[in-house]
Structure formats: C-alpha cells, structure tokens
C-alpha cells in the first residue's frame, strides 16, 4: 500500500467525491440523444456461467428499437468507431486491450422497398474487428467479413423459403452469425432484445419510484456488441483461472468501459454522397451503469461524452459527486418526506450511537488518523485522504470505491461476519475488484466464480445477495475465504440479471455501511437482539418497481435474447390482444417430482388466466408439446450421472411466440428430498422476518428447511383475509422473500406451507 501508486491515489483523490448511478444509460445526452447509433445503452462484464475461464463482455447501442421499425431498419452506423476498452493494470496509461469494431453496409436488390426478398436482403451490414494489445498504438484485425443478422421483421421475411430468407428460425441466423476470431475469442454483433430494465417514467418523475412499476424498455430491441474472451487473455500477466492464488485475487481485476467515435468532418458531395474525413471524436461512452445520465448536469454531459476515463480527466466531475443527490431523497430532515417512493431507505444518522452519514455530515471522519483505524484501509499511510477526505463528506468512505476505485479486500470493507461488534475489525472477505484508474468503468475480478444460473440463491441482487448470505446464512458465514453465490454480481462486474437500480439505490441507502457492521439506526449494541433490524429489513426489502427483463436469456454465448418481431410489434401479448403484457409474466413451474419414478408434475405461473396453455419437457418420453401436465423423466436422462437439469416449456396454446423456458435441477429436488428423509422430522421448517415490528408494506422474511419442496406464502390479515400470496416452485435450502403485508397499521401472520410442513409467525405493521 505504500508504493508510489497508491501514495498518487492519495494525492490527486483527496478530494475525489462520489457516484450516484442507478439505472442504465438511454439518450443522456442533448448530442448523443439525437446521434441513436452512436448512443451506447448499457455496458456487461460477466464471468460465463458455461466456462470458467471466459469472460463475456457486451456492449449495447441504439436505444428503445422499435420492432416493427421498417422499412429502414434499425442497423449499426457506418463511419462509427464502437469499442469496447479493458485496463488491467493501474500503472499503464490508458487501455490495455481494445476491441474495435466497424461496420460496412450494402443493398443486395435496391430495385424493392422491401428489406428481405427473395432470398436477398437489403441494409445487410457486414463489420470488422481490430484488437490491440498495446495501448491503442497498432491494431490487428480479428474478424473479417463477420455478419450481422437482419431485424427480425416477421414469418415471410425470416423462415418463408420463397418469399424470404428460408431460414429454419431467426434464431438459426443468430447462432450462424457467431464469428470466431483469429484470436480465439468468439464474436457476436448483432439486434437483440434490449435486456436491461427499469421503471424509467417513475425514476424521472422526481424520484416517483412505485412498486409496480413499468419497464420502460420492455419489447424494445438493441443492437449488441458481444465478445466471449479467455481470461488468460485479458490477465495482465497473461494467467489462466486456475493460477489464480485464491477467488480474490487481486491481479485479476480488470474495468471495462465502451464508446462509440465519429469523424470531425462531414463533406456532402454532388450527387448526395456523404463523406467523412479528419480525426476520430469520442461522442458517447458508459462504464458504470448511468453515470452521465443521472448525475453530470445537462451543461456539461456532452464533455464527459467525449472524454475517455484516463489521465484525471473524471476528476474535473467530481463536485458533482461530493455527496449524492438521492441521498437528500431518503434524509426525512432534507426532502425525504417529498418522495414516498423511496421510504424504506433511510441513510444511517446514528450507526452504533455516533456515526452520521446524511449529506454533509462527518460519517467516520471524526476516525482520521487514529489508533482505531491503524492497519485498515482508512489509516493515514493508506487511503485515509481520500476515504475520509473532510468532515463533510461522510459517503467516500463506501460509494467512491464502489465507483471510481473498485473496493479493496482490506479492513473495514468485509463483512460484520466475525467482527464481533467492531465495523474496523476484520471480517468475512467477499469483495476486491480494486483498480485505482480514478476514472468510471465497471470493475470485475475475473478469478470469482460464477454462480451457477439454477442455483436456488442465484439473485439479481448481486453482491447485496452475497452479502446477505455471509451474514445470515451458516453455510456461507464462515469467515475464511469461500465463495458465495452471487459474489459475481454487480457491482463486481455486471450479469445480464442484475437488478442495479435497485443495488445502486440499496447503496446510496446505506446497506454496504451494514454489510460491513455499520448498522441502521434503530439497531442499539448491547441492546437489539439482533442487528438484523426493521430498517435493515425494509431496506432489502425495497426494490425499484421493475426486478427483471421482460424475456429470458440465453444458456450459451451470446446469452442476450433475440430481438422480439416486427411482424407482433412490441405491445403484442397474444392473438387478437395488443395491450401491455402482464406485469407477472408466464412462466413454467415444476409442482412435484416423484424421485423414483422420474414422474414429473407441471404447473404454470403469471401471464393470462384466461388463455389454455400446452407444456414441453426436454428429457421426457413424452415431453412433446400438450396440455398434459404429467411427464416422465426419459430413463437415460433420469439414469446419468453426468445430467442433473432438465428444460420445461410453456407457451399459450396457437401462440409459438409465446414460449418460455427454464430448468429444472431434479438432482438437487431428490437430494433434498433425501435429506428429509433420513432426518425424518429434525429438519423441520422454519421462517423468520427480517425486522419486526415493521413501518413498511413490505417484509422480507427467511425460510429454511424447505429445500427441493414447493413453498406456498400467505399473509393474513386480523380480519382473517388472505392478502397476499406467492409460490416457490422449487424452494432452495434458505428462501428470502419479500411479501406484501399492507398499508394499514395492525397484526398480520404470515404463514408458509411445503407439501410437509408449516409455520406461522405474526408481524406488526406499524
């Protein structure tokens, strides 16, 4: 910690402040907003769930593609530099590695007005892929000639052999447009389903955020850049995986930021030609999700578009970031009354009796340079300066390393696990993505492993999920380094599941304070039972209104979806029906399995109870499509000690695009079931609620002991009603879930039942 980088750090951060993002980036800037195929919508960092020694890096571009957008189709942009950046080492001046991609289109029969006939297809668009290794000083081309995919305009134009293309399926052009570089990695360019979501009309409405919300980008296409890289190659010592030294290695972080480029020159010619001529000009780029967006002022966003993260140039934004201005939405002294939306999350005033962390107030300051933190990463010879900068800046102590540095596997950033009361203390490990560029990218240690997407405590939570399960979970609450699922999860990186509007507001709200034993306010040591407190609960329990993507992804590379049809457009939910989809949407469910017999019982969730559905099973003697819902397990599927997940299908009935999948682990259901059995009654259910009494209408609650069963929840009023119910098809070995149990001030029990067992406990709303 005393090399000459980190003594730089001290010195040019001292006065760094802090990132407020929480959502993506769509039209954030008055140049970009009018510059769609320039625009960069999101940005991915993923360890791929199928090879542990890849990395998938997206970025997306041209923001809220309508379907049925013809007859000039969404495309990328000729002229346009899209690249994606990686720095792997803080010492280095700017990028390590770059990925350029440009992109050439032609007309096959400009005689029609039609995109695709005949066989032929019109703005079919054909890219390069250049890589460079060294710094941006020479390029190589990887990819020559790789093809992008045409929209998927419809039935005719796609799968029709004499009118159209005679694919067998658009996905079948998507999977046959997946390039493999000279360099082995493997590319993928091309419209999909835009994959992020978020209740953008709420969130704008001056902090309107509402339970149920609505995805704002929900059946809009992008255009995705997608690469599925070894992480050997983008190691700074060119390491596999398995050399790594332990699951936090810190030489294996990495940050990733994308950016699209245009000519400084324009020329029109005779004849209508357009030319571009001159240098290249960076006109948008995005690294943490929203950045611009959300925080830089309308005055200054197209700056900051055009500037890379490198060579201090974010630190002439950091008055922008001192102290955030959500956090003035969840402070009841400054404006907190005034936005309803955001009440469960209420920023520590009085943590442990002493410390504030509202706007402009000391937060641990009062701690600079003192024996307590001697050997942390707040001691003066380390990051004091710039972790503890004044006595007004109380959120650089977790926002800014969450955002501009990467946070360090150091004291006090580990969990309360094993502290013993003391937030300095060292705790459980759970985090280090720390690469000090000073600038906004999205940071990812490549050597965490990633969580497998069946698992029972997979979460689009991310690491608040991890963090919940170091804390509470006796599996993963060991205070030696191991993982915990969802340790990969943003903001270590970002997965294409990652709910981080509602992980960005969690944090301006305070929970990584908690996370590391800086609890709420209405937790007193010595006192509370336990630091697992109302406002903690209501803090985990809150989300921004919009927790999913309206589709699935994919299994494999490129794991986005494809792009929804022009042929339905993107309010189509069904035949004769073009109304907005169901805010639950359907979904297949496994209601029993019978582990002898492989006889497996299919159910459905969400979607419209008034239309008949027809189910298919992957692995089954009979799994074609039907309405039966009783399917048995093949024998050599069931048999194989190699297969452990099965897929399951539902789709309404005469309604193909309508299918959606999902695996079942039946291996995991029988060991579960085993499990009960040879315990016979000691592993009997159990439930407790995170918080209690509580002042919200919601409640997180953990359950335990209904591994592999199915878990029904039910909240009761005092007038004996039943208000709220929601079921797991598959519990996992502890479930959190948030309920609903009302507005109105009173007693209320929440009841949970397995096929075996249930338990009831009382909750007072206050």
């Known amino acids: 910690m005393k090399n000459r980088l980190f003594l730089l750090l001290v010195a040019v951060l001292a006065y760094l402040p802090l990132s407020q993002a929480f959502a993506s980036s769509h039209r954030e800037a008055p140049l970009i907003s009018n510059d769609p195929l320039a625009d960069n919508t999101d940005v991915y960092a993923f360890k791929s769930p199928t090879n542990a020694e890849r990395i998938v890096l997206i970025a997306n571009y041209i923001p809220f593609e309508d379907p049925n957008g013809g007859p000039n189709w969404y495309t990328f942009g000729e002229n346009i530099r899209y690249e994606i950046h990686v720095k792997n080492n803080a010492s280095t001046p700017g990028d390590d590695i770059t990925y350029r991609f440009t992109f050439t289109k032609v007309n096959e029969d400009p005689t029609t007005f039609f995109n695709i006939r005949l066989g032929k297809q019109n703005q079919k668009v054909t890219y390069t892929c250049e890589r460079s290794m060294d710094g941006g000083r020479t390029f190589q081309v990887i990819v020559a000639g790789g093809t992008v995919p045409p929209a998927n305009i419809g039935p ?12 067998n399926s658009y996905n079948a052009l998507a999977n046959q447009s997946i390039m493999t570089a000279s360099t082995g990695e493997r590319v993928f360019c091309g419209p999909v389903d835009d994959p992020f979501f978020v209740d953008l009309g709420g969130a704008f409405d001056v902090g309107g955020f509402r339970k149920q919300g609505r995805d704002a980008v929900s059946r809009y296409n992008c255009h995705t850049i997608a690469i599925e890289v070894q992480v050997a190659t983008l190691q700074k010592d060119r390491k596999s995986v398995a050399q790594a030294s332990n699951i936090l290695d810190p030489d294996y972080v990495i940050g990733v930021w994308a950016s699209s480029s245009r000519r400084m020159i324009t020329t029109l010619y005779r004849g209508g030609d357009v030319g571009s001529d001159g240098g290249w000009v960076q006109v948008s780029r995005l690294g943490m999700p929203l950045t611009n967006e959300a925080v830089i002022p309308v005055g200054m966003k197209d700056r900051w578009n055009a500037l890379t993260p490198y060579n201090g140039n974010d630190l002439q934004f950091a008055k922008y970031f001192t102290n955030p201005e959500l956090a003035l939405y969840m402070d009841d002294s400054k404006f907190g009354a005034a936005v309803p939306g955001l009440a469960p999350l209420r920023i520590q005033s009085k943590s442990l009796g002493a410390f504030d962390f509202r706007n402009g107030q000391p937060g641990l300051s009062g701690l600079r340079n003192s024996t307590a933190v001697a050997g942390t990463a707040l001691a003066e010879n380390a990051f004091g300066p710039v972790l503890l900068p004044d006595a007004a800046s109380p959120r650089a102590v977790d926002l800014l390393p969450i955002f501009y540095t990467g946070v360090p596997n150091l004291r006090p950033y580990q969990l309360a696990t094993g502290k013993n009361g003391n937030p300095l203390a060292s705790g459980k490990p759970f985090i280090h993505n720390f690469l000090p560029t000073l600038g906004d990218m999205l940071r990812l240690n490549m050597a965490v492993p990633a969580t497998p997407r069946n698992d029972p405590n997979f979460s689009s939570l991310g690491l608040v999920q991890a963090a919940v399960l170091g804390l509470t979970n006796p599996t993963y609450a ?81 794991f986005v979806q494809d792009p929804w049809r022009g042929f339905l457009g993107n309010q189509y939910v069904g035949p004769n029906s073009f109304v907005p989809a169901a805010s639950q949407p359907l979904a297949a469910t496994v209601l029993a399995y019978n582990c002898a017999t492989g006889e497996v019982t299919l159910g459905r969730t969400g979607g419209d109870p008034n239309r008949a559905v027809e189910f298919r099973t992957v692995g089954a003697v009979n799994g074609g499509y039907g309405p039966t819902t009783t399917r048995v397990l093949e024998p050599g599927v069931r048999l194989d000690p190699n297969t452990r997940n099965i897929w399951i299908m539902v789709r309404y009935v005469g309604d193909p695009m309508s299918e959606v999948a999902s695996t079942f682990d039946f291996r995991a259901f029988c060991a579960g079931a085993r499990g009960r059995l040879a315990n016979e009654g000691d592993a009997s259910l159990t439930m407790r609620v995170m918080g209690n009494p509580v002042t919200t209408d919601e409640v997180m609650i953990e359950v335990q002991g209904a591994s592999g069963e199915q878990l029904r929840l039910q909240v009761v009023n005092s007038r004996g009603q039943m208000t709220h119910q929601q079921v797991v098809g598959m519990a996992g070995a502890v479930e959190h879930r948030t309920v609903q149990i009302g507005s109105q001030p009173g007693v209320y029990l929440i009841r949970a039942a397995t096929p075996t067992s249930t338990q009831t406990i009382r909750v007072v709303r206050q």
Not at 156 to 167: C, K, Q, T
Not at 535 to 545: I, K, P, S, W
Request: charged share 15%; net charge negative; hydrophobic share 40%.
């Open 478 to 558: 060991n205070p030696n380094l191991q993982f915990i699922p969802n340790m990969d999860g943003f903001p270590n990186g970002r997965r294409l599941e990652d709910d981080v509007t509602t992980i960005s507001l969690q944090a301006v709200g305070g929970v990584v304070l908690a996370a590391i034993g800086l609890w709420y306010d209405d937790f007193t040591p010595g006192v509370s039972p336990s630091p697992v407190t109302a406002q903690l609960g209501g803090v985990l329990g809150f989300n921004a209104g919009v927790t999913k993507n309206d589709t699935t992804f994919k299994a494999a590379f490129p």
């Open 156 to 167: 005719r134009s796609i799968e029709n052999p004499s009118v159209g293309l005679g694919a």
